[in-house]
């Protein structure tokens, strides 16, 4: 069983480096995994199919009901900091049999979720902004390739490299959303109703509420991921809990721009907003201009990408902290680093790997979108 309140002794001379980030960095390691540019372009969109106008309204109680799930994280976090993450906290509260099965469970949600929204999202992503290109076969795996590669070169030079670039681009991303969603909101003057955050536009029915809510949810998902990071935290009893409280303020900016984009499209005409390809990018045009419709579709491909370098860092890091307790076989192979950037490269390859034999086969299968 994993034991955080003693350092984890390091399989051969290597370890995970202590000390390598800081506050800034675990707080955008939560907010890059959330994608709240990716997750409005993409999962917002199956949510207004059933919630309609009253979408602001499930995204707020999924704000909400996230808070809730988050507070578990924190109040584990000030007593452990492990790269075992989920797989730690589970392990020392209910013993190591359930340590596991959290931690398989994990990873298999991680182990999907990468390849899906990370490889085959982006790429979608271009198809939609050029759907003259969607009837080429398989070149959605050429776009899926580049994207990968510069993900795994980041991931493989340390975990800093990644979180230094998570952080920039993540505060310009949210300066962006808050900033232009505002503009939007002032610009739609009489559209700004506070019905979207009643039932009204449902019917006064609670169950198309209820339905959204479990699609609504996910996109505020990836808020703990930054528990895995915590051994090479600065003083992560004391930062990892703050980077959730952090990034749970932060994330009400998904609130507000769910509600520009519902008044800016219109109250009355959300169920045709989910049936559109690219609806944000289509009120950002109509209210600012094309100028902004392009950075705002370089912000929804940039956030792809920083999703991609945060779950990597809790796949890895969570995946390491298995191997380390011989969990995940060879331990000798996998609970390494790399002697000069103290990266689990083995594990990471492993999962770029896999990342995309699984994106290749659902995109083959399913196709890309």
């Known amino acids: 069983m994993v034991d955080d309140n003693k350092d984890v002794e390091p399989v051969k001379n290597y370890g995970l480096k202590r000390n390598a980030v800081g506050l800034i960095h675990a707080v955008f390691q939560s907010q890059s995994h959330v994608a709240p540019a990716a997750d409005i372009a993409l999962l917002i969109t199956g949510t207004a199919a059933i919630a309609l106008g009253a979408t602001p309204l499930v995204i707020l109680l999924a704000w909400a009901g996230y808070f ?47 390849p899906a929204f990370a490889f085959l999202g982006s790429s979608s992503l271009i198809y939609l902004l050029t759907p003259q290109i969607s009837s080429i076969p398989y070149l959605w795996i050429v776009f899926i390739l580049p994207f990968m590669f510069f993900v795994f070169i980041i ?16 505060l310009i991303e949210v300066l962006f959303l808050v900033i232009t969603s505002i503009i939007i909101i002032f610009l739609s003057g009489p559209s700004n109703t506070a019905s979207v955050f ?28 930054v528990v895995a990071i915590a051994e090479e935290t600065k003083e992560p009893k004391k930062n990892i809990p703050m980077a959730l409280v952090l990034v749970m303020i932060i ?52 956030s792809y990408f920083m999703f991609g370098l945060a779950i990597n860092n809790s796949l890895s890091r969570t995946s390491y902290g298995m191997a380390r307790d011989n969990i995940i076989f060879p331990k000798r192979y996998f609970a390494v680093t790399h002697p000069k950037y103290k990266t689990p490269h083995r594990i990471i390859i492993l999962i770029t790997v896999f990342g995309f034999f699984f ?9 890309p979108f």
């Open 198 to 225: 009643t039932l009204a536009p449902v019917g006064g029915k609670l169950q198309p509420v209820f339905l959204a809510f479990i699609i609504g949810f996910t996109t505020l998902a990836g808020s703990g991921s």
């Open 68 to 114: 809730l799930l988050v507070n578990t994280n924190y109040q584990f976090s000030k007593y452990i900091s492990s790269a075992a993450g989920y797989y730690g906290f589970a392990a020392n509260g209910l013993g190591k049999r359930w340590g596991i099965f959290t931690g398989w469970l994990f990873l298999g949600n991680e182990m999907l979720a990468y």
């Open 155 to 170: 991931e493989y030079l340390g975990i800093k490299p990644s979180l230094n670039y998570a952080w920039i681009a993540g």
């Open 359 to 367: 994106a290749l086969i659902n995109g083959l299968i399913f196709g």
């Open 251 to 302: 994330d009400l900016s998904v609130i507000l721009v769910t509600y520009a984009l519902t008044v800016g499209w219109g109250v009355s005409n959300m169920g045709t907003f989910a049936t559109s390809p690219d609806p944000g990018l289509i009120v950002y045009k109509k209210y600012l201009g094309i100028i902004a419709e392009i950075a705002f579709a370089v912000i929804i491909y940039n």
